[in-house]
T-cell receptor, first 113, second 112 residues
């Protein structure tokens, strides 16, 4: 059974710091991994999608890496800003279940001005 | 492009009642999935609809049912509401394999 965990559960950093969020999954057989951002009480905004054959994806100040063999992904945020404060969720898509996506519990990020 | 739209945004129901939530997928997307997100947790997969049929189902009771219309929009129905059904209900749409999933803003359901 695929399980997704995220460490840390919560993180508070001063503005300008670079930071890393971690995501682990138990079964390396995945189609892809997607990172999302969720503001309080809101829906999910897709940040980055990494296919199973890829090692990393970049978008602006965000960089996500994927190591399928070890079941790990990291989301690197450079030069953090107060507007980055949100919950960050990683999710893996299972190859045997078309669009069944398994989410982690999320990391709550607070960037202090 | 309007993206994925859900209605209503908020809803308060009494225990035992029935509720219907609605979702319009992103333009060109033919597959709709529904998720339940309890406070402080990641979203949990409820079911997925493709070509007007339920294709996948998560670990949810039969009180949760759905429908997809010819225009790919979808409804989630929950019967005999329980207090534990209070959550944010999210709709996601995709088209094809290995593509990005797009989510709506969700419907906040409160059961009292």
């Amino acid at each position: 059974k695929q399980e997704v965990t995220q460490i840390p559960a919560a993180l508070s950093v001063p503005e300008g710091e670079n930071l890393v969020l971690n995501c682990s999954f138990t079964d390396s057989a995945i189609y892809n991994l997607q990172w999302f951002r969720q503001d309080p009480g809101k829906g999910l905004t897709s940040l980055l999608l990494i296919q199973s054959s890829q090692r990393e994806q970049t978008s602006g100040r965000l960089n996500a890496s994927l190591d399928k063999s070890s079941g790990r992904s990291t989301l690197y945020i450079a030069a953090s800003q107060p507007g980055d404060s949100a919950t960050y969720l990683c999710a893996v898509r299972l190859p045997t279940s078309y669009d069944k996506v398994i989410f982690g519990p999320g990391t709550s990020l607070s960037v202090i001005p | 492009d309007a993206g994925v739209t859900q209605s209503p945004t908020h809803l308060i129901k009494t225990r035992g009642q029935q509720v219907t939530l609605r979702c319009s997928p992103k333009s060109g997307h033919d597959t709709v999935s529904w998720y339940q997100q309890a406070l402080g947790q990641g979203p949990q997969f409820i079911f997925q609809y493709y070509e007007e049929e339920e294709r996948q189902r998560g670990n949810f009771p039969d009180r949760f049912s759905g429908h997809q219309f010819p225009n790919y929009s979808s409804e989630l129905n929950v019967n005999a509401l329980l207090l534990g059904d209070s959550a944010l209900y999210l709709c996601a749409s995709i088209t094809g394999l290995n593509t990005e999933a797009f989510f709506g803003q969700g419907t906040r359901l409160t059961v009292v």
